[in-house]
C-alpha cells in the first residue's frame, strides 16, 4: 500500500537529512534501509505503518510471520499489540462515562463494592498509574505459573490481596493491574464481557475487522506467531501469557491498517466527545494521560503508547500537529522496536538521522557466570535476579520473565530483548557485588543483596 501521500508528506514537505555516504531516495527505500539491520540481527519481524489523515496508508512488511513455515509478512498479519491496548480500555471507560453509567471521579468501590482498596482510590487514579495497585508481574500467581494458568478473576482477587505500593494520589508507578481493575469495572458497567464492550463499541462501527481481544471467541485470521530472542541472533517460539493476566492492559491483537484507522478516528472526533478526548490525551503529570503517553519526539507534540509482551513489541505514535500516525508491530519481543520508531519518525519528517553499525559479541565471557548469580536490588520492591540456564545467563525483573544476556565484552553484556548493556561490578576483593543497567555514566546501580 503505497501511495500518492509521500508526494505530499515527503516531497513538498520535507527535505531529508541522510546517512553520510546516501543518495536521495523515495521514503520507503530509507524505511527499507532503517530496519534492515534490524531484521538481519533477528531484532525485528514485522510491519511499519504510516499515515496522514485523508491518504492512503503506507504499510510496508519485513522479515517472516513464521519462522518455521518460512512464511513472509503480509501487511495484513495480526500481531498482539500488548499494552498498546490501554487506550482501548481508558476509550471504553470514557464512552461509559459519556452514558452516564460511571465517573471518572468515583471511587472504585462504588462499582465494585467487594474490592479491598476500592473505597480509597478512584477510576482516575488507575487511568493514570497513581492509584498504587500492584502491578500484575509482582504478582506470586504470575511468577508461580509464568502467567500461564489462572482465571480474570482469581487474579483480580490477587490484587485486591495485594499490598498497595503507595497510599492513592501520593505517587506514580505505572500499573497492569490498575489496567486489569478497569477491565473488571468495564464489565460491571458495561453489563458484558470486556471484548464484547470493545467489539460493539469500536471495532465494528470502525470496521477493525481483524482487531480482537484475546479471549474467548473465534480468533482472528492471519495472527503471527511470537518470538523471543536467543543467543546472538536466534530466535525461539515465546510462551504465551494467559489473557487472565492481560485483560485490560494487554490483551488486544491488530493490524497496522486496523491501528491506522483507530488513530485517524480517535483523534479525528469520530471515538469521543470533545471533553473526553480531552481528558484522554491531558499530562497528568507524569507524561501520562489516560492509557496513553504524552510527550515530544523531534520537538513535536506526540501522543501514543509502545507494548511488549511474550512475543511481540510494538508501538503507536500520533503525531498531533502533522495529524500522522506511525506504527510498529513485531513478532519479535525486542525493545529495538524504540530505535525503529525513532529513526522512522526521522526519515519520516526530515530529521538528521544515522544507522547503527552492527552489534559486536564476544566469543565467550570474560567472568564465570556463576560468579554474576545472584539478587540485585534497584530499590523498594524492584529487584533484578540473575541466573544460568545451558550455560547461558538470564536476567528477570521480579517476578517477569527471564531476558537473556549475551556477552559483549569485558564484563560487558546485552539484552537483545531489553536492547540495553548491563555490566557488572566489583569491591575492593574483587567479588561482583553490583549490577549496572545501561553504559552510560550515571546509569542505574543495583547492589547486590544475596
Partial sequence: MRSRL?????????????????????????????????????????????????????????????????VAHQSESVFMIGSVSKQFTAAAVLKLEESGALSTADVVSKHLPGFPHGAAMTIEQLLTHTSGLADIYSLERFGLTRGREGTFEELIGDLGRSQLTFEPGTGYAYS???????????????GVEYGEYLETSFFEPL???????????????????????????????????????TTGSGSLWSTAKDLLQWSAAL???????????????????????????????????????DGRIAGYASDLARYVDEKTTIV??????????????????????GEEYSISAPRAYAEQAASPLK????????????????????????????????????????????????????????????????????????????????
Avoid: C
Avoid at 400 to 425: D, K, N, Q
Fill in 6 to 70: 509521500w508526494h505530499t508528506i515527503v516531497v513538498a514537505a520535507f527535505v531529508f537529512a541522510v546517512p553520510s555516504g546516501a543518495t536521495e531516495s523515495p521514503v520507503e527505500a530509507r524505511i527499507d534501509a532503517i530496519v534492515a539491520p534490524y531484521l538481519e540481527a533477528g531484532d525485528f519481524m514485522g510491519v511499519v505503518g504510516i499515515q496522514v489523515d485523508g491518504e492512503e496508508a503506507l504499510i510496508l512488511p519485513y522479515g517472516r510471520a513464521s519462522v518455521e513455515l518460512n
Fill in 207 to 245: 470496521g477493525m475487522s481483524r482487531t480482537a481481544h484475546d479471549g474467548p471467541g473465534p480468533a482472528v485470521e492471519g495472527r503471527a506467531p511470537g518470538y523471543d530472542p536467543w543467543g546472538n541472533d536466534d530466535l525461539g517460539p515465546a510462551i504465551p501469557v494467559s489473557a487472565a493476566f
Fill in 371 to 450: 560468579e554474576l548469580v545472584g539478587v540485585y536490588s534497584f530499590g523498594p520492591s524492584f529487584e533484578v535476579s540473575i541466573t544460568t540456564s545451558h550455560g547461558r545467563l538470564l536476567a528477570r525483573a521480579n517476578q517477569g520473565g527471564y531476558s537473556e544476556l549475551v556477552p559483549i565484552g569485558s564484563e560487558g553484556w546485552f539484552s537483545r530483548m531489553l536492547y540495553a548493556t548491563v555490566r557488572f561490578g566489583r569491591d575492593g576483593d574483587q567479588k561482583v557485588d553490583r549490577l549496572i543497567w545501561g553504559a552510560q555514566e550515571g546509569a542505574p546501580v543495583g547492589r547486590k543483596v544475596r
Fill in 328 to 349: 510498529i508491530l513485531s513478532n519479535v519481543q525486542s525493545v529495538a522496536r524504540d530505535e525503529i520508531r525513532r529513526l522512522v519518525a526521522a526519515a519520516v519528517f
Fill in 267 to 305: 483523534h479525528g472526533g469520530q471515538v469521543l466527545s470533545e471533553t473526553s478526548y480531552e481528558k484522554l490525551t491531558r499530562d497528568y503529570g507524569h507524561g501520562y494521560g489516560y492509557g496513553v503517553s504524552v510527550f515530544k519526539r523531534f520537538g513535536r507534540d506526540v501522543i501514543g503508547h
Fill in 176 to 190: 497492569n493491574g490498575g489496567y486489569a481493575l478497569l477491565a473488571a469495572l468495564v464489565e460491571k458497567t458495561a
